[in-house]
């Protein structure tokens, strides 16, 4: 099993910065796709970013391309999102997944999930 664990949401105004880090405790995977989604009310889960645990390689929805940087710190087993350039649209409940896997996917399709850390732009 895989316990993941988000921190560092909170409220900021429209144009601030944050950073996300996602904690990963437990079975570990040489090869791992290391994702972030969003949730915000009513609306479906969305893919923000992924990266994969070995290698190059970073992906972003258009959305957050040029504002967010997913990065990774395996020795600390840790996954980062630092978000600038905030936008009210992008208040929603942040999510990191993982996944055993070479091949990187921006569906929901990921085995293992935190518990969600709120993110709140306020305009």
């Known amino acids: 099993q895989v316990q993941l664990v988000e921190s560092g949401g909170g409220l900021v105004q429209t144009g601030g910065s944050l950073r996300l880090s996602c904690a990963a405790s437990?079975?570990?995977?040489?090869?791992?796709?290391m994702a972030w989604f969003r949730q915000a009310p009513g609306k479906e889960r969305e893919f923000v970013a992924a990266?994969?645990?070995?290698?190059?390689?970073?992906y972003y929805a258009d959305s957050v391309k040029g504002r967010f940087t997913i990065s990774r710190d395996n020795a600390k087993n840790t996954v980062y999102l630092q978000m600038n350039s905030l936008k009210p649209e992008d208040t929603a409940v942040y999510y990191c997944a993982a996944k055993p896997s070479l091949v990187v996917v921006t569906t929901a399709d990921y085995d293992y999930w935190g518990q969600g850390t709120q993110v709140t732009v306020s305009s």
């Open positions: 437990g079975r570990t995977f040489s090869n791992a796709i």
């Open positions: 990266i994969r645990r070995i290698g190059s390689g970073t």
